[in-house]
C-alpha cells in the first residue's frame, strides 16, 4: 500500500477513534482516564481527546509503517498531533464564540475533519523524507509524556481561562464548579 494511501486512512482512523476515546471516561471515570481522556465539554479537554487518540492510533500506525522509514515516527507522531490541535482551536474557538458558546455538532466535526487531514499531511511529509531528525525524535519522546502529564495535572487543577471552561456544564477540569 502507497504512503499515500496509508495517510488517508489514517485521516478517517484517527476521525473514527475520536468517537469511541471521547466517552472513555463517562463509561470508566478513574484517575488514569482522567488523564488521558476528556472528562467534560471543555475546547481543552477536546484537545486531550485529539491528543490520546492520534497517540493511540500511532501505536497501530507505527507497525503499519512498518515497510517505510520510520526513523521520524516519533517526531511526525507529535507534529502531527499538534498542528491538529492548533489548527481546530484557531478554527473552532472563533467560530464557537460567534455562535454564543452554542456547539453546532456539524461545523465542529466539519472543522475537526480538517485539522486531522492537515495533521496528517504534515506527518506525512516527515514520514516521507530521507532526512533523519534524531535530535527532533528525542525530543518528541521526552515531550510527548510532558503533555500528558500537563492534561493531567489541568483535568484536575484548572487554571480558569476560557478555553478550560466548559460551558454546558459551568465548571473547570474534573470537580471544580463555576460559582
Known sequence: MSLKKIFIINVFSIFLLSFLTHFVYELFPN?????????????FEHTKMIFTTIMI???????????????????????SSIITII????????????????????????????SIIIGQIFSYYIIKNNK????????????????????????????????LYDFSNNKYGLYTYYK
Open 31 to 43: 484517575t488514569f482516564t482522567s488523564i488521558f481522556f476528556p472528562v467534560n465539554e471543555s475546547i
Open 57 to 79: 492510533y500511532g501505536i497501530i500506525e507505527y507497525f503499519i509503517l512498518k515497510k517505510y522509514n520510520r526513523e521520524n515516527f516519533c517526531f511526525a507522531l507529535l507534529t
Open 87 to 114: 489548527f481546530l482551536v484557531l478554527t473552532f474557538t472563533p467560530i464557537y464564540y460567534l455562535m454564543n458558546k452554542k456547539e453546532n455538532m456539524i461545523i465542529t466535526l466539519i472543522i475537526y475533519f480538517i
Open 132 to 163: 533523519h531528525y534524531k535530535t527532533l525524535n528525542i525530543i518528541s519522546v521526552i515531550v510527548i509524556p510532558i503533555i500528558f502529564t500537563v492534561y493531567g495535572l489541568l483535568t484536575y487543577y484548572p487554571i480558569k481561562v476560557p478555553l
